[in-house]
């Protein structure tokens, strides 16, 4: 894993994607998932299976 500098991007995308943070509220678990822009799609933890998925924003603000 040496030779080429830092890699930001995983691939070609063709699709405007972009990695979102999800947690999970029944258990905690938080992931990443891809997300398309302005695709709002349902989610289920991929724990425990819940529904109960809340979007985390990148910048934390007040709220
Ligand atoms: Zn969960």
């Given at each position: 894993m040496r030779?080429?500098?830092?890699r930001g991007f995983e691939g070609?995308?063709?699709a405007t994607t972009s990695t979102e943070t999800f947690r999970?509220?029944?258990?905690g678990h938080e992931y990443t998932e891809k997300v398309e822009k302005g695709e709002d799609k349902?989610?289920?933890c991929?724990?425990?299976?819940?529904?109960?998925?809340?979007h985390l924003k990148k910048k934390a603000?007040?709220?």
């Amino acid at each position: 894993m040496r030779g080429c500098g830092p890699r930001g991007f995983e691939g070609f995308a063709m699709a405007t994607t972009s990695t979102e943070t999800f947690r999970c509220m029944m258990c905690g678990h938080e992931y990443t998932e891809k997300v398309e822009k302005g695709e709002d799609k349902e989610r289920s933890c991929p724990k425990c299976r819940s529904n109960s998925i809340r979007h985390l924003k990148k910048k934390a603000g007040s709220g």
